[in-house]
């Protein structure tokens, strides 16, 4: 086989290492951030619960603490009932009862649904404080994950450029800047022989050049996309 063609393969090994530890670890500070505002949402969510039911009992305490009025200032009048001497006195005053009654029940259907409102954001309060202790916990795993696959694929990377380095000594310039600029370009610079196609952009090749590629003794560009082309068929370690 010739020998810098078997470099280009190594190296095109070594690249696609490289780019799927990288792109792997990509997907990691994506979650972590992802879940971050997540969290900071139903974060802000709880505080405007919170600030809610602390409006509610308040609004509760007062109307409560009106409840209480209208119901003793009604107790005075109906005692006053018996005391009054006309009849005018006693129609006014009849009328006093039933404005304060009416009054009173308004106050006490309020309270109901004051009771019934802070009911349903207690459970939503509940719900929250369930959410963010879920998504907090494995956010932490995900941060931990994080820092462990960014020193495990730092590891990796270093060993991987090391190699790298090392196989390039053995490629020409000439050779290697048309694997970096296809590398750039198209993702590979190196293809398989896919039948008698080029196996990066699928184009049919002169049979020739099957055969010459075939051989891995001669080191041909695909005449469409330009990408170097070797034959898995022959044992690359020859
Ligand atoms: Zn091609």
Do not use: W
Request: aromatic share 2%; hydrophobic share 30%; proline share 2%.
């Amino acid at each position: 086989m010739d020998q810098e063609l078997k470099k280009l393969i190594s190296l095109q090994h070594v690249d696609n290492e490289i780019q799927e530890i990288v792109s792997l670890s990509g997907d990691l500070p994506n979650r972590v951030d992802k879940k971050e505002a997540q969290l900071n949402d139903i974060k802000s969510k709880l505080e405007t619960t919170n600030q809610k039911i602390a409006d509610l009992e308040k609004d509760s305490r007062k109307i409560s603490s009106e409840i209480e009025d209208s119901q003793s200032k009604l107790d005075k009048y109906k005692d006053q009932l018996f005391l009054v001497k006309t009849n005018k006195e006693y129609d006014a005053l009849n009328s006093e009862i039933d404005h304060l009654k009416s009054v009173l029940s308004d106050s006490e259907d309020l309270a109901l649904k004051m009771q019934s409102d802070l009911e349903s954001e207690g459970e939503i309060k509940k719900v929250s404080e369930v959410e963010i202790e879920e998504i907090a916990t494995s956010l932490e795993t995900d941060k931990k994950n994080l820092d462990n696959s960014l020193s495990e694929s730092k590891d990796q990377l270093e060993e991987l450029n090391n190699s790298r380095e090392a196989i390039l000594k053995d490629i020409s310039n000439n050779l290697l800047a048309k694997y970096n600029q296809l590398q750039n370009t198209r993702g590979a610079g190196v293809a398989a022989l896919n039948g008698n196609c080029c196996g990066a952009c699928y184009s049919t090749l002169p049979p020739q050049m099957v055969i010459e590629i075939q051989s891995n003794e001669i080191i041909h560009t695909c005449p469409s996309c330009s990408v170097f082309l070797f034959s898995e068929e022959q044992n690359i370690e020859e």
